[in-house]
């Protein structure tokens, strides 16, 4: 029964945070929303305990896509950063806001950057692209996920400084035409770095809230050193080049660690 303790517990915490919200807010939509992300991610690990090859996909698959289509183009809710700062400006503390804040900000400390590897529906359609694996070392480019974090704070600053009306008509074009760039830009550095998540390391902006959080995370692929004959299959495969046979929080590229397990499915010892 171990093995299914981890998503039983990761649904326990979906589900606690699902009624938290409804007794909060009285609204049956937070009781809906994060139990189906919560079964959702919940189901994918239980996939993997059964060695499913594409267990994280099928999570990934079920939020990515209900966030992208039912709560963005369907409820034409801004999920984008541009959301969060639109809501913040306004004080309301609803839909992005509260999605950043369980996702992204105190969520990380949880489960790290969890967000990037099951549910992100950027990353979600990055991840079919051919290179899975980097094909070439790590770019000095962090720097750009400032800029463009700047500039999405800058652009809805602008909106409500100029008093532009139909708030929420731009933030839905917003959310539309940000995701059109953002998956043309994704897949750009995809081909052009031969790396996947070239994006994600470069030029996300949500990065900036999942990065800090993510060092303090209580769940982290750990090492068994005792079984640990370093081949270094693990960081061969690894998407994001994360050093997970060094057990501290200071890990070369620690807090990018995704939590896909392609480490864990890999090492022939079982040492992750």
């Known amino acids: 029964m171990k093995k299914y303790l981890l998503p039983i517990g990761m649904f326990a915490l979906f589900e606690t945070v699902a009624i938290m919200f409804y007794l909060a807010k009285g609204n049956p ?18 996939l993997f305990t059964k060695k499913h090859a594409n267990a994280r ?8 896509l209900y966030m992208l289509v039912y ?27 509260i999605h950043y804040a369980v996702a992204k900000i105190l969520g990380p400390l949880f489960f790290g950057r969890g967000w990037c590897g099951y549910a992100c529906w950027t990353a979600m359609a990055l991840d079919f692209l051919p290179y899975k694996v980097p094909q070439g070392p790590r770019k000095k480019l962090g720097w750009v996920r400032y800029v463009t974090f700047t500039l999405s704070f800058l652009f809805v600053f602008a909106l409500f400084l100029a008093n532009v009306g139909n708030m929420e008509k731009i933030m839905f074009y917003a959310f539309i035409i940000g995701n059109i760039l953002y998956y043309a830009v994704g897949i750009i550095l995809a081909f052009a770095f031969k790396d996947n998540r070239a994006f994600c390391k470069y030029v996300c902006p949500i990065t900036i809230f999942l990065k800090p959080m993510s ?16 081949c270094g299959k693990c960081k061969t495969v690894c998407p994001m080049e994360v050093d997970v046979t060094d057990n501290s929080r200071r890990r070369k590229n620690g807090t990018e660690c995704i939590l896909c397990m392609e480490c864990a499915k890999s090492c022939p010892k079982n040492a992750l």
């Open 215 to 230: 060092y303090f995370s209580l769940l982290r692929v750990q090492c068994n050193k005792s079984k640990c004959v370093n």
């Open 57 to 64: 996909r099928v999570a990934q698959l079920l939020v990515g």
């Open 29 to 46: 939509f937070y009781l809906f929303n994060f139990s189906y992300i919560g079964i959702s991610i919940a189901f994918g690990i239980f």
């Open 71 to 97: 709560l963005g183009v369907i409820r034409r809710e801004n999920m984008q950063l541009e959301g969060f700062w639109y809501y913040l400006f306004i004080g309301i503390f609803e839909a992005a806001t």
